[in-house]
């Protein structure tokens, strides 16, 4: 471990007010929230109620950058020295999965929270049939809107659109208002469309909501079906008629929707805080916004997808029985209210994402909501980030170049198949 891991290992156990039993287990766990300042100090809270509350057990926490984690876990893991709870989210646990690193969990997790996770957030963390990680501090998807805006264009705020059609009818409304009062240019709707990956998964959901998908029953690229068809047909029109921004990444989006350039945004409640922060007012800009669940489709749901933290244990780990307590401790009710109370994070449990402490906002009610049926990313693949980078050009084939959409899918199914062959 010292070898992979010679700066980052951080003893965060040993402190001189824990009374440890004489026989006390040391586990590790892997994490970058002990590297961030904005959550190394929750973190830490929550781990040392931890073992105030379970005196048998120290905690040792190796801290690791996000942008390395992948990689630090994977090399760890190839040698033997993974930690003994793995932090990672949704794309790192396909790869860690794939590598042979995480436990199988059905029989080390109490049924209770097995059947306390919503179904979309433990399906998720399910591979061939068994429970390989917990979901924890999920991010769902969901509509944003300027109150504002809405209320310019002649529209009712306490009304967000319910289905796609009003949606894309509510967003041509608000690009219809031109320019704001510095001439900047209104647009309707905020899609993230550049060619970087978080375009192609944010995606996901709203190919789930035109009855498109990602892979087929086997776990393969299926892209060429009408749904899929048909979103890239619409993303093409609304940003030909100017009512979507053109190839925009989105944390640019988030900055246009924080100065009142666009109406509505498809974000997570990870987005949030960027977008407080581009606004110049914190959270006082809560006040002129609002949060809807995503639109009905053709499904006739709220279709939507999710990034999220995962937690799982090391497949070699001889501590199984202490790393699990860990893991259930995290994803109780006393450290989720903490962490949500530090900054917003979300449950996956049913249970505890309806306490009044989890709701203490209609923002924070709208995202709970959204819970119920969010879905998780097809990532189970390990080539799944390589994937969203061949669907990102492909959406900068149709959008930007014009290409015909149903040629440009074939064509990136056949990339995609190979990849995953």
Known sequence: MKKILPILLVLAAMFSFTAFSENATTITMSTWLA?????????????????????????????????????????????????DVIMGNSQMMGAFNAA?????????????????????????????????????????????????????????????????EETIEYARKITELGQDENGNVIYGLGIPTAKVTYSATALNGILYAF????????????????????????????????????????KDLRGLFATGQ?????????GLAAIRAASGIGAEFDKGIDVAICPVGETGRSETVYTEHQLAVYA????????????????GPEAMVKYHDAVGTLSARK???????MNLTAFDEVFNKQSETASPLPAANPMFDSAMNEMTKAMERVIIAGEDVKTVLEETQEILVSMYE
């Open 35 to 83: 590297a961030e300042d904005g959550t190394k100090a929750i973190y830490q809270e929550m781990l040392d109620d931890f073992m105030k509350a379970n005196p048998d057990i120290k905690v040792e926490v190796v801290a690791l950058p996000f942008n390395q984690t992948k990689d630090q876990v994977l090399l760890a893991g190839g040698s033997g020295e993974a930690a």
């Open 351 to 357: 249970s505890v994402s309806s306490l009044p402490e």
């Open 100 to 164: 042979g690193l995480c436990a199988t969990l059905d029989e080390l997790l109490s049924p209770e929270l097995i059947e306390d996770i919503y179904p979309g957030y433990l399906s998720g963390t399910t591979y061939d049939g068994e429970i390989r990680a917990v979901s924890w501090a999920p991010h769902p998807i969901v509509l944003y809107y300027n109150v504002e805006l809405f209320e310019k264009a002649g529209l009712d705020p306490k009304a967000p659109p319910s289905t796609w």
């Open 211 to 250: 009855g498109g998908r990602f892979l087929d029953e086997n776990g393969m690229p299926a892209i060429v079906n009408d749904g899929n068809i048909k979103v890239f047909e619409t993303l093409k029109n609304l940003t030909d008629e100017k009512i979507l921004p053109k190839a925009l990444e989105i």
């Open 316 to 331: 070699q780990s001889d501590k199984k029985e202490a790393a699990v307590r860990l893991v259930e401790y995290l994803v």
């Open 262 to 270: 666009v109406g509505m945004l498809f974000d997570s409640d990870a």
